[in-house]
């Protein structure tokens, strides 16, 4: 069994900063595709940033991009979403997933095996 466990969240004014953390206990991390996806209570979940194994790699949903930046440590077992000039509508609980293999794509849910119990982001305007 896969844990994931995001740390992080809080209340942050608009065009305030924020980073995610997600400490996986995995044996093999290194091997997992790590993403970050969000969610508004009534709505789907949204995919945000993902990372692939070797940290090179990384893609982001146009709505955070230039703002949002993934990374990840592998000998930590961790996962970091540092988040820029937040927004209001950035509130959601964020969640960590990680991906081994999937016949879904990286941006979606679907396509994760494993997945955090979220971290709730508030941003005030």
């Known amino acids: 069994q896969v844990q994931l466990v995001e740390s992080g969240g809080g209340l942050v004014q608009a065009g305030g900063s924020l980073t995610l953390s997600c400490a996986g206990a995995?044996?093999?991390?290194?091997?997992?595709?790590m993403g970050w996806f969000r969610q508004v209570p009534g709505e789907a979940r949204e995919f945000v940033a993902t990372i692939f194994w070797s940290g090179t790699n990384t893609a982001y949903a146009d709505s955070v991009k230039g703002r949002f930046t993934i990374s990840r440590d592998n000998a930590k077992n961790t996962v970091y979403l540092q988040m820029n000039n937040l927004k209001p509508e950035d509130t959601a609980v964020y969640y960590c997933?990680?991906?081994?293999?999937?016949?879904?794509?990286?941006?979606?849910?679907?396509?994760?095996?494993?997945w955090g119990q979220g971290t709730q982001v508030t941003v005030s305007s």
């Open positions: 997933a990680a991906r081994r293999q999937s016949s879904y794509g990286w941006t979606s849910p679907n396509g994760y095996n494993y």
């Open positions: 995995i044996s093999t991390f290194g091997s997992y595709t």
